[in-house]
């Protein structure tokens, strides 16, 4: 009896799962495994948002299993020696992995290979799992990854890509002892909002914001900034944890057809992008891609009033606490936030990119450093030195105010787009309200960095 081990990471779902599937074709049983690596809590990725939604996903992967003939094995410690362990105790002759990007996961597969070359059982990495084209897959000529997204797009979009897989119908999982599922509700400091994690809710959630025509994605390519219509697929965690396939959204998206859908699907390239961009320099985690020469202020009361929602900035201050209720954030807030902290505030991106990783469901290092460092102009934007005004951002993407009268309730009693500039308002009415004056004026702001910049 043949015994393979499939170890799951950020791929944790039975429909398109190819690296399950090879483990499948090339053994009579195979061990579904995933392990909870303290390592991940020393690194400080553990964030409680992610790790109440990670524990819903174990949950919804163990039922799938279970329904065919399998079950998930849990275990706890250093992911090879697990590893390891379970190699030991079964006899297997494989073990299948997704490809990943983060540093982490570079590290995890050098470590896996080595000690299972040590033991003569074989590793095997699959491509295209975690991203739709894997990272590489393209690139231009001499250069290992693209650094202009418009060019890597029109290659993204002639690569064409594998097809989808459907779920397996059944498994053998050998007799070996595990750890109990960890569960959503024993965590601690999770958002009140969180949203609920696993593969059937993000098959739910994808099959419903497929059909839905007014704020799905048939309306995606008008709708995807208005920041109350909340008309995006909030799909980014199911993506974060594979949940769902990348590339799976990529055909039922195009089968779909029509600018939403064309819309849509861009915005997965972008994810695809930023995968190749940390894979070919692991250092664009922490280090500018291209350096600007910034000294950056340290300003701990504007930091904190940033991470608050307490600027006195209302379109800001509603998008940041979007993030502290919901630990997720709408696109066109991260932009505006970010936009705020480095440019108008002039705050070094790495303490914004920290406290979103603290917090956002779908904290990913590659998607999140990459656009701190997109809006910041120390990555691949090819317009580093754009400053998003505030104020025109919430008069153009919220203009009635709903956005920040949902997520501020001080301003609530503020009718109309009169909500996004309280300051203006005369003394009583203004002391009446429970908020702050502005930390800065965009103005200012803007003029500082330029300043900085060495722009004038
Ligand atoms: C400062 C900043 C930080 C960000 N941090 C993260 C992060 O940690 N994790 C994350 O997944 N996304 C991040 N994004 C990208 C984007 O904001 C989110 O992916 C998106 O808001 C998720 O909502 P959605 O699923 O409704 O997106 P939709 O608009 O429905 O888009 C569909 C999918 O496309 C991908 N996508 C969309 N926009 C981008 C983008 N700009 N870059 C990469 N992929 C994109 C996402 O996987 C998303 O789920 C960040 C953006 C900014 C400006």
């Known amino acids: 009896m043949s015994v393979a081990v499939m170890l799951f990471t950020s791929d944790l779902r039975l429909h398109d799962q190819p690296a399950l599937q090879a483990a499948l074709r090339g053994a009579d049983e195979v061990v579904p495994l995933f392990v909870l690596d303290p390592g991940i809590r020393k690194a400080g990725f553990d964030a409680p948002n992610r790790r109440a939604f990670l524990a819903d996903c174990l949950v ?36 299948h992995i997704a490809a990943g990007v983060s540093g982490y996961a570079v590290r995890r597969e050098e470590q896996l290979r080595s000690a299972l070359a040590a033991v003569r059982c074989a590793l095997h ?20 990854h693209f650094a202009v997204f418009s060019a890597y797009f029109r290659r993204w979009e002639a690569a064409g890509l594998r097809g989808a897989m459907a779920a397996p119908r059944s498994l053998r999982v050998p007799e070996l002892a595990g750890h109990p599922l960890p569960r959503r509700t024993a965590v601690t400091g999770v958002s009140p909002g969180l949203a609920k994690g696993g593969e059937l809710e993000g098959r739910r959630r994808l099959s419903a914001w497929l059909a839905d025509t007014d704020a799905g ?14 008309a995006t697929s909030r ?28 819309a849509f699907v861009r915005q997965l390239a972008w994810r695809d992008f930023h995968h190749q961009v940390l894979a070919a320099r692991p250092e664009a985690a922490h280090a500018d891609y291209r350096t600007r020469g910034d000294h950056w202020r340290t300003d701990e009361k504007a930091i904190s009033a940033w991470k608050d929602g307490r600027t006195g900035c209302p379109i800001v201050d509603a ?11 709408h696109n066109r807030g991260r932009l505006l936030t970010a936009s705020y902290l480095t440019k108008t505030l002039y705050v070094d991106w790495r303490i914004g990119a920290r406290h979103f990783l603290d917090l956002l469901v779908d904290g990913d290092i590659a998607n999140n450093q990459l656009n701190w460092q997109w809006v910041a102009g120390t990555g691949t934007d090819t317009r ?34 009169a ?38």
């Open 60 to 95: 919804s992967l163990d039922a799938g299993l279970h329904e065919r003939g399998g079950r998930l094995v849990i275990r706890t410690g250093h992911v090879t020696e697990q590893v390891c362990r379970v190699v030991a105790e079964t006899g297997a002759r494989a073990v």
């Open 125 to 144: 990495v699959h491509d295209g799992v975690v991203t739709a084209l894997p990272p590489g897959r393209v690139t231009p000529g001499g250069r290992d």
């Open 217 to 230: 994605i048939a309306a995606y390519a008008e709708r995807h900034d208005d920041l109350p219509g909340d």
């Open 235 to 262: 799909l980014s965690p199911h993506l974060h944890f594979g949940t769902l396939s990348a590339t799976e959204l990529v055909h039922r998206a195009r089968r779909k057809g029509g600018p939403g859908a064309d």
């Open 319 to 329: 998008a940041m606490r979007q993030l502290l209720h919901e630990g997720w954030m």
């Open 384 to 417: 580093p030195n754009r400053v998003l005004n505030p104020l025109a951002q919430a008069k153009r993407f919220d203009p009635q105010g709903d956005y920040v009268r949902r997520w501020v309730p001080e301003l609530a009693q503020l009718a109309g787009p």
């Open 419 to 456: 909500v996004h500039q309280p300051w203006k308002l005369d003394g009583l009415d203004r002391a009446r309200l429970d908020y702050p004056d502005p930390l800065v004026e965009p103005a200012e702001g803007r003029a500082r960095f330029e300043r900085a910049r060495g722009l004038h």
